[in-house]
């Protein structure tokens, strides 16, 4: 029973690596554009399923690269991707709205999320609609730690605040600063 149930869990993490992941060129940012993008396009759909399978949400880009692991390294082919390659990769993620650079301007630290932001602008949107949770004022800590069993339940405090950010651009929140991330003010707008 048990090994079976390790075979399984063994079965559903492979699954979750691209057939590139074992092939050289995957770990070299390619130089023809049109390369480069489908590229990239595998490189965010593995990064999605690694993270959610792995529940990783932070990406420390130097410490990625120096040593080599994956989900930026395949010990088995003896390839990574350098640390020029992994910002290209996070630059991609960000674009397509499943990350953001913690230190924007240094881009060394980054998070990470296997949905868009716009996922968890409409999924916290519903949530709030239907737990009275509309213009009522909470913080983030409380929608973060209060609400388990739910999808945004734990989320790191960095993509949930970017998830307000976007919905306050759009109308849909305030967010007042506090003196901490999660001692910061949320409210949702009802429509």
């Known amino acids: 029973e048990n090994l079976r149930k390790m075979a399984a869990s063994t079965t559903r993490e492979k699954d979750i690596f691209p057939k590139l992941y074992n ?57 990574k991707l350098d640390e020029k390659g992994i910002k290209t990769v996070l630059r991609e993620v960000c674009k397509q709205g499943y990350g953001i650079w913690i230190d924007e301007s240094k881009k060394t630290l980054f ?33 973060r730690t209060e609400n388990e069993g739910e999808i945004f339940h734990m989320l790191e405090a960095e993509i949930l605040m970017e998830v307000f950010k976007k919905m306050q651009k759009g109308g849909r929140a305030t967010v007042v600063p506090g003196e901490t991330l999660d001692e910061a003010g949320i409210k949702i707008h009802a429509r």
Not at 38 to 60: A, G
Not at 122 to 140: F, H, M, P, V
């Open 111 to 143: 998070r990470i999320t296997y949905k868009k932001f716009s996922e968890w602008e409409n999924i916290i949107y519903k949530w709030a609609s239907e737990n009275g949770q509309l213009d009522r004022i909470c913080t983030l800590n409380e929608i």
């Open 23 to 79: 092939f050289p060129p995957f770990f070299t940012i390619q130089p023809v554009q049109q390369t480069r993008s489908k590229q990239l396009k595998v490189w965010v759909e593995f990064l999605r399923n690694y993270c959610k399978h792995f529940k990783l949400t932070s990406i420390d880009v130097a410490k990625a690269a120096s040593e080599g692991k994956r989900p930026f390294g395949n010990s088995s082919i003896k390839r």
